[in-house]
């Protein structure tokens, strides 16, 4: 029975944490099935809206913003549109956006919180309010279900969780500009990165203790959590199985 406890720890642990799917490598998949059909009607009608002139003014003072407009149209291309067709339209700005997601993917991985990092966010978040504004319907649809690269880059988001080159400030700003369905993306991916770590290291109470109980850890796994009660019950779960772990090394020897 020891042993079979020993067994289910890791499993015990992150079935603490709120996601409705632990297999973060299936999660795209998973979500396309049960959101995209909801968004899609949602997404046509936003398609057809026009971007006002003074909105494309504005967004046009973010460089990076200009840029990946450029990037968008080529990106458009390659789903088999006419750039020109969706020039000016809520879906020329949506292009963008995914050309600005890479960008943001990109610099999370080379170097993690930086000052480029934070002016992205910056430009991204405006893009966002700007193409909410414009079409309620765009951000309703993208609640449900984002681009399939948004919701694989909040995967790698939330495994990276653990990563020392992405501290708290980094996640929340990561995090605030994302939907619904990006935020069950990253939950995802922060049970596959902790899971990973617990299969990893071997962990007794005091190590265990020790790691829940620095702050920048625990602000960034409150990340994970939808309120801090589940987070609560989490961190006294933990400490329960480890101490699970430090009962079965003293009966073992191990």
């Given amino acids: 029975p020891l042993e079979e406890r020993q067994m289910g720890q890791q499993g015990r642990l992150v079935d603490k944490i709120d996601s409705p799917n632990a297999n973060a490598d299936d999660i795209v998949s998973e979500m396309k099935v049960r959101r995209e059909a909801d968004a899609g009607p949602l997404y046509n009608e936003a398609w057809g809206v ?3 002139d003074e909105a494309m003014a504005r967004l046009t003072q973010f ?22 067709s969706v020039s000016g339209r809520m879906k020329q700005l949506h292009y963008a956006k995914m050309a600005l997601d ?4 990109a610099e999370v991985r080379k170097a993690g919180n930086t000052p480029k990092l934070a002016s992205l966010m910056h430009a991204k978040n405006a893009l966002l309010e700007t193409m909410d504004g414009i079409s309620p319907s765009y951000g309703q649809a993208r609640s449900i279900w984002s681009d399939e690269t948004s919701i694989q880059n909040a995967v790698e988001y939330g495994e990276d969780i653990l990563n020392r080159k992405l501290d708290s400030t980094a996640i929340r700003n990561i995090t605030a500009s994302m939907g619904e369905a990006e935020l069950e993306a990253f939950r995802a991916g922060a049970v596959k990165g902790i899971r990973n770590m ?20 625990r602000s960034k796994l409150a990340h994970v ?14 400490t329960n199985e480890s101490s699970f ?8 020897g191990g």
């Fill in 50 to 52: 026009d971007v006002p």
């Fill in 63 to 84: 460089p990076s913003i200009v840029e990946s407009i450029k990037k968008g149209g080529k990106i458009a291309a390659d789903f088999g549109e006419d750039p020109a």
């Fill in 102 to 105: 890479t960008k943001i993917a």
């Fill in 198 to 217: 617990l299969d990893n290291t071997d962990l007794n109470h005091a190590s265990m203790r020790k790691l829940l109980g620095t702050n920048n850890l």
């Fill in 225 to 238: 959590f939808p309120d801090e009660e589940s987070f609560g019950e989490f961190l006294k779960q933990a």
């Fill in 245 to 252: 772990a430090r009962t079965r090394n003293v009966v073992t």
